[in-house]
C-alpha cells in the first residue's frame, strides 16, 4: 500500500519531467482546412487546395469548395487540383473535382494536360475514363507536341495504348521532333506496342472517316 502511495505521488513528477525533456520531438501542428483559415492570401489558399488533391484528402478538398475557391485555380507551378490528384491517381477527388466542373483540359505551364499526367503517372483505363468521359481531349498536346498515346508508347505501356486507341487516340499525331508513337516505339524495339499502333487506324484518315 505504501509503496503504490509513493508511485502515485511521483507519477506528476515523471509526466512532468518527461513533458520537459528537451530530447523529445514536438508533436507537428495540425494543418486545417483553408475553409478554417481566413488570414491566407489567395495563392496560399490555392496552394493548400491543390495540396490537399493531392493528399487525397477528400473532406478538405469538399470543405474547401463549399467555401468558395475556384476548382480551376492554378497554384505557383500552373497545376490545377485536378492534375494533383491525377498526378496521384486520387480517384475519389478526381470524382468530386469533375464533378465540380474541373476543366479536364486545363494545362499546367508545360501544356501537360490531366490527361498526360495521368498516362505518365501509370493510371488505369478507369481513371483515364473518367477524364475521357469527362470531356478530355484524348488528343491534346504539350508544349512539345506529344500526346497521351505517345507518352504511353514511349513507356511501353500496352494497356493504356490499347485503350487510348479505343477511345480515338491518332497514332499519326507527331511530335513537334517529328516522331509519331509508332516511330518512337519503333527506335525503342517496343514489339507489342508497334504491332497494336500500326493496326489502329487514324481517326483522320480518310478510310477512318469514310467508316460509318
Known sequence: MKKTLIAAALLPLLL??????PAAAPAAPAVPAVAAQPQLSDEERIAFFVNHARSGELIDVARELKAGI???ALDTLDQTALIGAVSHKQLLVIKLLLNSGANPNLADQA????????????ADPDLLGLLLDAGADVNGRNDRGI??????????????VRYLLSRGADPALASKAGYTA???????????IVTLLKDAPSPSSPVAKATP
Open 111 to 122: 501544356g501537360w494536360t490531366p490527361l498526360i499526367h495521368a498516362v505518365y503517372s501509370g
Open 16 to 21: 512532468a519531467a518527461c513533458a520537459s525533456n
Open 70 to 72: 475556384d476548382v480551376n
Open 147 to 160: 500526346t497521351a498515346l505517345y507518352l504511353a508508347s514511349v513507356g511501353g505501356r500496352e494497356e493504356q
Open 182 to 192: 509508332l516511330k518512337i516505339a519503333q527506335l525503342k524495339g517496343l514489339q507489342k
